[in-house]
């Protein structure tokens, strides 16, 4: 009896076991008729002052105003603190910035995608902004409440990217064979990624609705698989130094690590001076960033940018 219970236990795991392995396959493995090259994403870095410098001041000018950053960002009701600090604070430099919601929400203007599934609700929300917007802006910028971005280094470090090819780009991580770009830094998608990821959206077997059904996949992984069908692949964007621009921790965190790590190069073990986001941030972090970013500034010290981006049209932005 002992013996025969042994058994059944572990037929009963190795029938998980196997059940578990098919499912990850099903959402994850490549079918023969579909094989994809094997790629390791590219370090992408942003132009440096020189480049721009070369080009002529209405140039620099005509380039400044055909730069247009929609932005997306996913919020449940919870967040509602993050929800207002963000929308007084760094998404008024986007051209346009809208709010997804899981569900829909009295105090603040959103967008309801009801549901409470990440990944649905990126899903939707992409299919919205392409649907809408895809002839009135040619990058798109995906974020959760807890991000602060620098939108004008954001289109610095795209300046000599061209929209029309597929760009996906953002903070990469490595997982088993996938490469991805957390959310948790921001996801950066030409209109052209747009394009390819729309047109999978209703192809279930590359891109479905649901992860596996034992093990449930993260959003940004979900979208790296769908955009891998697609052709489009995981880039790390970095600075002329090598250090990343989308980062997926705070400042803080960042100069406390530096303390430990590098005492005494605390600033250059840091930050890039030309980051794009950071993450985990709480509500008063948020305007402590804004005052640091775009309201302080050394009296009788002229800044020498070669580009200026101009504020959309009726923005209120600092």
């Not at 490469?179 to 209109?191: A, M, N, P, R, T």
């Not at 891998?228 to 960042?254: I, P, Q, R």
Request: include cysteine; charge should be negative.
């Amino acid at each position: 009896m002992l013996s025969e219970s042994s058994s059944f236990l572990k037929g009963v795991m190795l029938g998980s076991i196997f059940c578990a392995v098919i499912t990850m396959l099903g959402h994850v493995r490549i079918g023969p008729g579909n094989r994809m090259q094997h790629h390791e994403h590219h370090h992408l870095q942003a132009p440096n002052k020189e480049d721009i410098l070369k080009i002529s001041e209405n140039e620099r000018m005509e380039l400044s105003k055909s730069f247009r950053v929609y932005c997306i960002i996913l919020v449940k009701p919870k967040d509602v603190s993050l929800w207002a600090a963000v929308k007084e604070t760094w998404t008024k430099h986007c051209d346009k910035a809208e709010f997804f919601s899981s569900e829909n929400v009295k105090v603040f203007e959103s967008i309801n995608m009801d549901t409470n599934d990440m990944w649905l609700m990126m899903r939707k929300a992409y299919k919205y902004a392409f649907d809408k917007y895809s002839d009135q802006y040619n990058w798109f910028f995906l974020a959760h409440p807890t991000t602060f971005a620098v939108i004008e280094n954001l289109k610095y470090f795209l300046l000599k990217k061209d929209p029309s090819q597929p760009f996906y780009l953002g903070h990469t991580i490595k997982s088993g064979d996938l490469e991805y770009v957390s959310v948790g830094g921001g996801i950066v998608l030409s209109i052209e990624s747009m394009k390819r990821l729309n047109s999978l959206l209703d192809v279930p077997e590359k891109c479905p609705e649901q992860g596996g059904m034992i093990w449930k996949i993260s959003e940004d992984k979900q979208l790296a698989i769908c955009l891998k069908y697609a052709g489009v692949f995981a880039e790390n964007a970095e600075d002329a130094d090598g250090k990343d621009v989308f980062n997926t921790k705070s400042v803080g965190l960042f100069i406390k690590e530096a303390m430990t790590n590098h005492p005494n190069q605390v600033v250059e073990g840091c930050c890039s001076d030309m980051a794009v986001t950071f993450n985990g941030l709480t509500p008063n972090q948020m305007h402590v960033m804004m005052y640091g970013v775009y309201r302080l500034r050394a009296f009788g010290h002229i800044f020498s940018d070669a580009l200026v981006f101009l504020p959309p049209n009726g923005s209120d932005n600092d």
